[in-house]
């Protein structure tokens, strides 16, 4: 089968690959890019686990091809942190123990930092709202919307 060449970028990098028209973003980002922080969970969009932002937009990359990468900006976990400084969410996750197996963690950290830089003072039912694409089967979630909560106010300057 013809692979397609992409040029794109992940993470403020240039990155170009090859893949099969029907490769999924995730599995380019796992398969051919070494990029593991993004996990398959359900491979239908319905649980988060492999939440990117595409173009500024959070995306389950399990539903976008490898081939719509093309051109486009693509942010992954993996960019999150700065070198060796953690993003505050990321830090808030640790001391508010708001992770355990991690499968969930990486789409949900995705999906709070899209949720803070749309709406830097969310309410709880907003955090949960916008989280309710990211299933968790270990936390209960409270957790979670307590460290978003926590870094919104830090954001802030609360």
């Known amino acids: ?24 973003l995730l599995d380019v980002l796992r398969d051919e890019l070494q ?3 993004s996990k398959e969970g359900c491979s239908s969009g ?8 595409l173009d500024g937009r ?5 539903l976008v ?3 719509e990468a093309e051109g486009r900006a693509v942010e992954t976990i993996e960019g999150m942190a ?14 508010e123990a708001a992770l355990q197996c991690g499968v969930c963690t990486p789409g949900i ?14 309410t709880e039912t907003e955090v949960r709202y916008w989280l309710a694409g990211n299933l968790c089967r270990c936390t209960g979630y409270d957790k979670i919307v307590r460290s978003v909560l926590a870094v919104a106010e830090e954001m802030r300057g609360g």
């Open 82 to 95: 700065k070198g060796d400084q953690l993003h505050p969410l990321q830090q808030s996750f640790l001391e």
């Open 65 to 67: 091809l490898g081939v």
């Open 1 to 24: 089968m013809a692979k397609y060449h992409v040029s794109t970028s992940i993470n403020d990098e240039a990155v170009e690959f090859l893949c099969e028209p029907q490769q999924t």
């Open 58 to 62: 959070l995306v389950c990359a399990c």
């Open 46 to 53: 319905d649980c988060g686990a492999c939440s990117v932002m």
């Open 109 to 122: 950290l995705i999906a709070a930092k899209a949720l803070l830089e749309r709406n830097p003072n969310p």
């Open 35 to 37: 990029l593991f922080g």
